[in-house]
């Protein structure tokens, strides 16, 4: 176990620990961002290059989040209480 040198006041240790708890990054996040990064570039190379820019992201965001019916039944989604 670590030993602390300083003695850090209740309000300050909790701060430190909200403060560790925010900038750690979980192998978990880093999955999700990288699947991601991978549907984007494999959904970049077979995009249709005849349409526009904005509709290509368009297509190619729908993609990535999955239709807007399942949205709600997803768990790795926060809920949106005002649509119920």
Do not use: C, W, Y
């Not at 006041?9 to 560790?20: D, K, P």
């Not at 961002?33 to 570039?41: I, T």
């Not at 077979?46 to 997803?74: C, H, Q, W, Y």
């Amino acid at each position: 176990m670590a030993h602390q040198n300083d003695l850090p006041s209740l309000s300050e240790a909790i701060s430190r620990l909200v403060e560790l708890g925010l900038a750690s990054d979980t192998h978990q996040d880093r999955q999700k961002r990288r699947a991601r990064k991978m549907a984007g570039d494999t959904i970049d190379g077979i995009g249709d290059m005849a349409t526009t820019a904005d509709n290509r992201a368009s297509r190619k965001r729908d993609l990535i989040d999955g239709p807007e019916e399942f949205d709600r039944v997803r768990l790795d989604r926060r809920r949106n209480n005002s649509g119920i």
